[in-house]
């Protein structure tokens, strides 16, 4: 069945990079978009960016340069990378699969906390 | 970027009731518009995509529809399992925006 799953530090320095991997199984990396969300108590659920099933990216702006979205087909892995950390960057980021325009399945989503 | 006004923030009902949550797009969204449910510690769970479809294994109480820029959501006769957040998601441009969040409560 359709599981993924993500893996990350847990506690990032502020101004250190974060380094996130998305798992998945069920499915192949190369038919599916992949999304990153996130969710702050700043501002909610937020759309960070995704990399499409041929393997190019788009990301939200408001990450200007900080956010780099890559991908293992041959280990089924999506990675999120983000550097330049703040404390506002505190919060859960999810990994979803878009089938078209929807997120069908979600990770469980892992805790980041930006702290010194 | 569009927005999404998600309305009410919070709303509690009863089981009777017929409970209707909307999203309003600052601009035409095409239908590129789901619906989703989240519960404490949980992640988002998808229940209605293309504005009116319904996602695998979602109940047929959950129905979605649209009226100009205005979407909705509407539960018939909630269960008490429908307790939790709901928010809608614009994917007709990016950056994708999610609304605010809806909180139901059912009494």
């Known amino acids: 069945q359709v599981q993924l799953k993500e893996t990350g530090p847990g506690l990032v320095q502020p101004t250190q990079t974060l380094s996130i991997t998305c798992t998945v199984s069920?499915?192949?990396?190369?038919?599916?978009?992949m999304q990153w969300v996130r969710q702050t108590p700043g501002k909610g659920l937020e759309w960070m960016g995704f990399?499409?099933?041929?393997?190019?990216?788009e990301y939200n702006s408001e990450f200007k340069s900080r956010l780099s979205i890559s991908r293992d087909t041959s280990k089924n892995q999506v990675f999120l990378k983000m550097n330049s950390l703040k404390t506002e960057d505190t919060g859960v980021y999810y990994c979803?699969?878009?089938?078209?325009?929807?997120?069908?399945?979600w990770g469980q989503g892992v805790m980041v906390t930006v702290s010194s | 970027d569009i927005q999404m006004t998600q309305s009410p923030a919070s709303l509690s009902a009863s089981l009777e009731e017929i409970v209707t949550i909307t999203c309003k797009a600052s601009?035409?969204?095409?239908?590129?518009l789901s619906w989703y449910q989240q519960k404490p510690g949980k992640s988002p769970q998808l229940l209605i995509y293309?504005?009116?479809s319904l996602a695998d294994g979602v109940p047929s109480r959950f129905s979605g529809s649209r009226s100009g820029t205005q979407y909705s959501l509407k539960i018939s006769r909630p269960q008490v399992d429908d307790s939790g957040i709901y928010y809608c998601?614009?994917?007709?441009?990016?950056?994708?925006?999610f609304g605010a969040g809806t909180k139901l409560e059912l009494k």
């Open positions: 979803a699969r878009d089938p078209g325009g929807h997120f069908d399945y």
């Open positions: 069920g499915f192949s990396l190369t038919s599916y978009y």
């Open positions: 990399i499409r099933s041929g393997g190019s990216t």
């Open positions: 601009q035409g969204i095409d239908d590129y």
């Open positions: 293309d504005a009116t």
């Open positions: 998601l614009q994917s007709y441009s990016t950056p994708y925006t």
